[in-house]
């Protein structure tokens, strides 16, 4: 059918001739590849904080006598901003254990859509390149929806990260309500 297979074979010999057992074994290979692939891309995401955190601490322990203090401030905020990053990495691998396990609270309150909208394209701008045209439409009176505000800013701030990352041109971010419901997009043209 156009995909693979992979099977488990076990034979067991018994005095009128041979039992076969097959069983298909494909979905854990699958999800030992996925695992595999997580693990790596995990690594990846890690080692670029790490090695930058690693170095500036490096350079500011080897050659504190020789930097000037605006040298010293560069490689504290360096630090700062790259372990950051890698308090978020950390933050998104737990948050994807509790999501695969079920067991993630979320809250159900009243959440201002263009509050929350707004506030995060407004803390995302500081931490994009300024190559990044972040762009906010968001309709008239879309009002207030039903939700957990934490949780949409944490997936709002993934999907502009990525958007910035890995599309192209502006990254819009829209608020739309119709028939009682808002929709949050974030698009991109890559």
Known sequence: GGHDLWLSFVAVRIADGVVYAFRDVTTERRLEEEKSDFVATISH?????????????????????ELDSERKRVLIAMIAAQAGRLSRITEEVLLTTRLDRGDLPIDREPVDVEHVVRSTVDA?????????????????????????????????????????????????????????VVRIAVTDSG
Do not use: H
């Open 45 to 65: 995401e890690l080692r670029t904080p790490m090695t930058a955190v690693f170095g500036a601490a490096q350079t500011l322990l080897r050659r504190e006598a």
């Open 124 to 180: 995302m701008r500081s931490q994009l390149p300024d190559a990044v045209q972040l762009e906010v439409e968001i309709e008239e009176g879309v009002g207030r929806a039903s939700g957990d505000s934490s949780r949409i800013q944490q997936v709002l701030v993934n999907l502009i990260d990525n958007a910035a990352k890995y599309g192209a041109g502006p990254v819009k971010v829209s608020a739309a309500g119709t028939n009682g």
